[in-house]
């Protein structure tokens, strides 16, 4: 079995920073993609960043140059770096794993619960 438990969020002014951090658990040898994904209410849930084991990275437009992705492999563990928030950023922050091979086989997809993140104006 596999978890994700996400810390970091919160209320911020905008301009502001935050980091989001996702720690996965279980026995778990390898995910190939880590990532992160928003939803805001209202909205369907968006892609926000991804990387890979190669650390490949993928953002979304609007993060372009202000949101930076980084995983540990051997922690299991991704991080969101959120600088210069905007209050459009504000919304639950949910983090995902794709292709995770446990002792048991492989998971294909696994999300966190969410992370409230708030940006006020």
């Known amino acids: 079995q596999v978890q994700l438990v996400e810390s970091g969020g919160g209320l911020v002014q905008a301009g502001e920073s935050l980091r989001l951090s996702c720690a996965a658990s279980g026995t778990i040898f390898s995910i190939y993609v880590m990532g992160w994904y928003r939803q805001a209410p209202g909205r369907q849930r968006e892609l926000v960043a991804s990387i890979t084991t190669g650390s490949s990275t993928n953002y979304a437009d609007s993060v372009k140059g202000r949101f930076t992705i980084s995983r540990d492999n051997a922690k299991g563990t991704v991080h969101l770096q959120m600088n210069s928030l905007k209050p459009e950023d504000t919304a639950v922050y949910y983090c995902?794993?794709?292709?995770?091979?446990?002792?048991?086989?492989?998971?294909?997809?696994?999300w966190g619960q969410g992370t409230q993140v708030t940006v006020s104006s």
């Open positions: 995902n794993a794709e292709n995770i091979v446990t002792a048991t086989g492989i998971v294909r997809n696994s």
